[in-house]
């Protein structure tokens, strides 16, 4: 059971990561390559408010939300805005490529490549449930990981915004036809997956430390997360987080360390073979 909670733990990281890229491909049509790279950033930044400042972790959570929203609608603007303008889209994941290769630079030039922690606002001192050990941290993560998909999976289905998001990701003529601002709800995307990942900047930072060498990891497993789950579903993306953290947990104990990459894109693999869009994925969604 403690190897099921530290899989559990890892894999919400992983599904939340996966959520912001959901929200960009939900709510815009973009796959947002860069979004690895703003969890790091909002790492970095919870560790410079936390600890470098000393101001409260609430502060940090506020702070790195606004700071995310800022910086995924300009990453909209710059990055995929001018692109979208022209008729070859692939270039998209070229740019967003991009934006993440610059946010590494700068997060390197900044704080550097030596990791950095942060303590768990809610206590570090691990206990015992249903026969393993776990931290508040690993309960908090999960929790949180199965909120946000629950809650954006309503938001995208009953709300005026998310309907109309999803309307244009599917035909964007046809919304622009019926009124709807696409260039809008697309930024507000943007911005809606950078304010998340600023968010939770001290809740997955005690778990992963803040580092530059993470960055990359982090947006693959990520991916797979997405792609095991269904591109589309919020749901999918729990599911496929926490399924990627089981097996990563099992194949390092019972396997070696170097065993879980492998092992997660033969499952990738073997998903889109059998079913391309995800266990939870919808017919009809553009697949990266």
């Known amino acids: 059971m403690t190897i099921v909670w530290a899989g559990l733990s890892v894999g919400a990281v992983y599904a939340l990561t996966a959520i912001g890229y959901n929200i ?8 947002n390559f860069a979004h690895g790279a703003f969890v790091i950033l909002s790492a970095f930044f919870s560790w410079y408010v936390m600890v470098d400042l000393g101001w409260p972790w609430w502060s940090a959570a506020l702070l790195g939300a606004v700071l995310g929203a800022l910086l995924g609608g300009l990453e909209e603007l ?3 805005r001018p692109v979208l303008r022209r008729t070859d ?8 490529v991009g934006a993440f290769v610059v946010i590494e630079g700068v997060l390197a030039a900044t704080w550097g490549a030596t990791p950095k922690s942060v ?9 015992t449930f249903l026969g393993g050990r776990m931290a508040p ?4 993560l999960v929790v949180v990981a199965v909120a946000a998909g629950a809650g954006l999976h309503l938001f995208s289905r009953r709300s005026l915004w998310g309907l109309a998001a999803r309307g244009a990701t599917s035909d964007p003529d046809a919304a622009k036809a019926r009124g709807i601002n696409v260039g809008a709800l697309r930024a507000g995307g943007f911005a809606l997956a950078g304010a998340l990942a600023g968010l939770l900047g001290p809740l997955v930072t005690p778990k992963t430390g803040a580092s530059v060498g993470i960055a990359v990891s982090m947006t693959i497993f990520g991916f797979v997360a997405l792609a095991v789950g269904g591109f589309g579903s919020f749901a999918g993306c729990v599911v496929g987080g926490l399924l990627i953290g089981l097996i990563q947990a099992y194949g390092s104990r019972y396997l070696g360390v170097e ?17 391309p869009t995800g266990l939870f994925g919808k017919h009809g969604m553009r697949a990266v």
């Open 137 to 140: 941290v690993d309960v908090w």
């Open 24 to 31: 960009t491909m939900t709510f815009g049509g973009v796959f």
């Open 78 to 80: 710059v990055a995929v």
């Open 259 to 275: 065993y879980p990459p492998l092992l997660l894109f033969v499952v990738l693999l073997a998903v889109l073979l059998l079913r």
């Open 89 to 96: 889209t692939r270039a998209l994941l070229v740019t967003t």
């Open 119 to 127: 303590g768990f606002f809610a206590g570090e001192d691990a206990f």
